[in-house]
DNA sequence: TTCTATTTTTCACAATATGAAAATACCGAG
DNA sequence: CTCGGTATTTTCATATTGTGAAAAATAGAA
């Protein structure tokens, strides 16, 4: 059995991985049992691994015996986030624009062929929609993962489409390949895209990208609302908040 | 040759981290050729290894095919810094302290034997102390970790002595065992530490405590300053800042 | 072009991680 | 306090897996 799937990875890295996605997915702490089960790691086997992990910092271990993320990966991550200072830079700007129009605003980043939600502005009413930090979502059920379909052309969503068969997460889900690349074109064209209780019904979205100073992608603003307090007028306004962002990040137009 | 150290470790997960920390040190990315010189690892193991990382997410690729740590990591590191919320709670603290008193103010975390800065804010002043975040400094040279060492006793104070040899920074560096036990037991009984010129000539530094609700050490808040610029009168603004802190993680007083 | 410096792939080998099983630690219930 | 079930940790024989020397490919410089 050499190398299933054609990749050249060494093992543990790509175990280490799934254990530490599992870890993540728990808000505290989790259990080797927990662990094991979720990755489909032999126990003793998630055990090892972890205790390594353990004495390098990338995870911590709670009084009672449980496993939790560690704190080089703060120490790791923060320097990534220092780089593409996104976050701190968006803060502001978001909770402003959350405080214009009174509805959740999401900051997201890819990672591969997802969107993972990493720095929000809450709206502070009853009902809204809320996202917690370090979740993800599909590039093709969100606003923001459909424009970043749409940087990289049509045969790069018509592979994306391949690999995920685009699984349906409500009845207007854009299951078909060809409506996601009009979609996506369309959207790419207007500088905005809307997310129609494509990811949860009653849940609507606006969403536009945001750029470095080299022009690329390294994030997307939305706004996530009930469906029905959506407003159209609020699309100059997301655009122009991540526009702002760009722009901080010393993106000068283009 | 079996676990020459004692340690039941896995050696790929060793080295994924001395790689990972050596990446760290750069700041923004580095060729193949740099990690495996700074890591000792034969080229073509680090390359097999980094592949695997980045395969992962925990590793970009630049354009020009060299490595920077990637978005895995942000995520998982904020993971970690939603749990101990501290450096969002902090920020807003610490500028009122730099405001207060014109000086440089940093929030550090425990790593082993080491603190590492992963919040500031910095003095507008010409001259200034200023460190980059990220980096790390051993426990006795500066003013928190040595308050970091009294929390855990003499037996682990001379181990650590033990263990590090206490190398000096400056002629004002505490190289003598006895010193820093008697030392971390004077800053742990008035509640704040000093550092004066330890860790490096000219600058002094007043450092408190941050615990979390359970009373837990989290992390460090310290104000930096050419020495002769620093003032007795900041010590008890300080701590206040510090027990601010800690306050906003839950902690009510102990 | 040719030469040099890096990066990447290959491959035979043995060191290394594996996982079944046994041992230990941990709890709750009685 | 003891028993019985559960979770964690260690052990150990095994072959799977990662290793690193060397060769091949790639990129740059002259």
Redesign the pocket.
């Known amino acids: 059995?050499?190398n299933p799937k054609g990749t050249?990875s060494?093992?543990?890295?790509e175990?280490m991985a799934r254990l530490l996605d599992a870890l993540a997915a728990y808000p505290d702490s989790a259990?080797?049992?927990f662990l094991s089960a979720d990755t489909g790691?032999?126990?003793?086997?998630a055990?090892?691994?972890l205790?390594s992990l353990a004495e390098q910092g990338f995870v911590e271990r709670t009084e009672?015996?449980?496993y939790r993320l560690g704190r080089k990966l703060a120490r790791l991550g923060c320097r990534v986030n220092a780089r593409l200072d996104v976050r701190r830079e968006a803060q502001e700007v978001m909770e402003r624009l959350r405080d214009r129009i009174g509805e959740t605003v999401n900051l997201t980043v890819r990672e591969g062929d997802e969107v993972v939600y990493v720095e929000r502005a809450i709206a502070n009413r009853m009902m809204r929609v809320e996202q917690v930090i370090g979740s993800r979502a599909p590039l093709h059920v969100t606003a923001v993962g459909k424009m970043m379909l749409a940087e990289e052309g049509e045969e790069a969503i018509a592979a994306y489409a391949e690999r995920t068969g685009l699984p349906a997460f409500t009845e207007h889900t854009l299951t078909d390949p060809e409506a996601l690349v009009t979609e996506a074109r369309a959207a790419a064209e207007r500088g905005y895209a809307l997310d129609d209780e494509e990811a949860e019904l009653g849940v609507g979205c606006i969403g536009a990208l945001v750029r470095d100073a080299g022009g690329n992608v390294v994030a997307g603003l939305s706004v996530s609302a009930p469906i029905e307090r959506r407003r159209a007028e609020w699309i100059p306004l997301v655009r122009a908040a991540a526009e702002e962002i760009s722009r901080r990040l010393g993106w000068n137009g283009g």
């Open positions: 059995m050499k050249a060494i093992q543990v890295i175990r259990s080797l049992k790691l032999h126990p003793s086997t055990h090892r691994i205790a009672a015996g449980d």
